[in-house]
């Protein structure tokens, strides 16, 4: 599952069935790329949750769900742009 969000930011979602653990993975891509060209959506920072396809279904949207508030927050992709580590990015996520 693919959400677009509107600030440039795309969220990855994927169950799979050799994984135990949640996994948030951070990509910050040099030059921005469409991943819909037709709708002009394009995307330079890419966060993809990989969860166990045995995942609870109300713990995973809760998830997904936290992200995604996250992600959606005003100056959130300015303030990823600035960091260096996924650390610090990861950090940053907590924080807010």
């Known amino acids: 599952d693919l959400i677009f969000i509107e600030n ?3 969220l990855i979602n994927q169950t799979f069935e050799k ?3 949640n996994f948030l993975m951070f990509l910050r891509l ?4 469409y991943l819909k060209e037709e709708l002009k959506i394009k995307t330079d920072v ?5 969860t166990p396809k045995n995942i609870n279904t109300s713990v ?3 998830i997904l769900s936290k992200i995604s508030r ?3 927050r005003n100056n959130i ?3 990823i742009a600035g960091v260096k580590k996924a ?3 990861l950090a940053l996520l907590i924080s807010v």
Do not use: C
Not at 30 to 33: L, Q, S, V
Not at 46 to 50: A, D, G, P, R
């Open 70 to 72: 996250i992600l959606n």
């Open 46 to 50: 890419i966060f993809t949750i990989l």
């Open 30 to 33: 040099n030059k921005p790329i």
């Open 77 to 79: 992709k300015k303030k």
């Open 87 to 89: 650390e610090d990015v």
């Open 19 to 21: 994984i135990t653990n």
């Open 60 to 62: 995973k949207l809760q």
């Open 8 to 10: 440039g930011i795309v």
